[in-house]
């Protein structure tokens, strides 16, 4: 199974800075079809999980344009450029390309 | 608007079963992959099982440690994903989402449905 190992798993911040998380998988991720399938996921508190990001770099749709994703083969990014309260909650990569395995979360709250 | 509403989640003793349902709707649910995903509480996302479009041939897969005991299925006419789990087990306890499957992830989920395993 491939494993996806987030760092680091908690990240206070200060509103208005930027943050980072890190997601790296156990083997690469490009499938044979040329894609990636790397996903970014939040779930705020008492509610399901979002898609954010998915194919390493696509936003979905009504995300806001300060989170972005990057990397290729088996590191990868989520960047948010600016941190807003409502950003508050837990964040998952996920790989599409061998089934599907989540990292382990990464709890984002405000300093 | 795409909706998944998850029902059918309860209290269940060990070795028992339970059907979970899910009803879909704003989007043409008989061309859409589907999965289950769950969420042990205070836990991470574990996918389950997965079910492909009947043009894919309904095709079913499932995660390790519910393969042989849990079945997923659909109902095309209803617009319903179904999940029945049988021989549950303590581990067995969290929160089911139904999810679509779409560029190689879930794109939508539902609000989820509480599964209790107990003696």
């Known amino acids: 199974d491939v494993v996806m190992t987030q760092s680091p798993l908690s990240l206070p911040v200060t509103l208005g800075q930027p943050a980072s998380i890190s997601c790296r998988s156990s083997?690469?991720?490009?499938?044979?079809?040329?894609?990636?399938?790397l996903s970014w996921f939040q779930q705020r508190p008492g509610q399901s999980p979002r898609r954010l990001i998915y194919k390493v770099s696509n936003r979905d749709s009504g995300v806001p344009d300060r989170f972005s994703g990057s990397g290729s083969g088996t590191d990868f990014t989520l960047k948010i450029s600016r941190v807003e309260a409502e950003d508050v909650g837990v964040y998952y990569c996920?790989?599409?390309?061998?089934?599907?395995?989540f990292g382990q979360g990464t709890k984002v709250e405000i300093k | 608007e795409v909706q998944l509403v998850e029902s059918g989640g309860g209290l269940v003793k060990p070795g028992g079963s339970l059907r979970l349902s899910c009803a879909a709707s704003g989007f043409t649910f008989n061309n859409a992959w589907m999965r289950w995903v769950r969420q042990a509480p205070g836990k991470g996302l574990e996918w389950v099982g997965r079910i492909t479009s009947k043009t894919y041939g309904g095709t079913t897969d499932y995660a390790a440690p519910v393969r042989g005991r849990f079945t997923v299925s659909r109902d095309d006419s209803k617009n319903t994903l179904y999940l029945q789990m049988n021989s549950l087990e303590i581990e067995d306890t969290a929160v089911y989402y139904c999810?679509?499957?779409?560029?190689?992830?879930?794109?939508?989920w539902g609000q989820g449905t509480l599964v209790t395993v107990s003696t």
């Open positions: 083997q690469s991720l490009v499938y044979s079809d040329g894609n990636t399938y």
């Open positions: 996920m790989q599409g390309t061998h089934w599907w395995t």
């Open positions: 999810t679509t499957d779409s560029d190689g992830g879930p794109r939508d």
